[in-house]
């Protein structure tokens, strides 16, 4: 199967500056040297890295233009998504990615500086032990949503600067209606097929809980 490089970001975010172009071209490089070290990608996924994990993290740009000067908290960003695509995208926008594993969180310090990223923090520490409050929590199926939720419940701030309030932008994949019914959260569920035409994304979606 065809694995499409850069070149698959370029096409859905076509204005991009330079920068951001160079950017997002290095993680190819970037991620298959230190996922050789340490896997924070699957090793049979690695040369999937634009479609299924830059393209995918960025979904959450296609939902929502974050206002500058938002703060957004990547919960088990893992190797850094979607925290890192996101950071390029939108450098005016303060992202703090956090994981429990040391050496995932090592990888996110190196690329963010191998790509010279000034809006990315990088903590290892569980979600829970944060005192910070933050516009929006992004993640990446780390857990069930009724796990999920209590972890990061009282991490917001109060006061809205987005055109849609202030809350949880998670990414998963699948039938999610009994577990948002588990959760007993108010929540919308967006299809990504409705951004990306890869069959790919034909069974992900991007769940939206307003706090």
Known sequence: MFNPGVDIIYRYFPKLSELQREQFAKLGDLYAHWNAQINVVSRKDVGSLYLHHVLHALSIAKFINFTPGTQVLDVGTGGGFPGIPLAILFPEIQFHLVDSIGKKIKVVREVAAAIGLKNVEAYHIRAE???????????????????????????????????????????????????????HLRAEVHSLAQYFTEDFFETKHLVYIPI
Request: aromatic share 12%; no cysteine; hydrophobic share 40%.
């Open 129 to 183: 032990q944060l005192d910070e409050k933050y516009d929006f929590v992004v993640s990446r199926a780390v857990t069930r949503l009724a796990d999920f939720y209590p972890w990061v419940s009282n991490k917001f701030l109060k006061k809205d600067k987005n055109a849609i309030p202030n809350g949880i932008l998670y990414l998963k994949g699948g039938d999610l209606r009994e577990e948002i019914r588990e959760a």
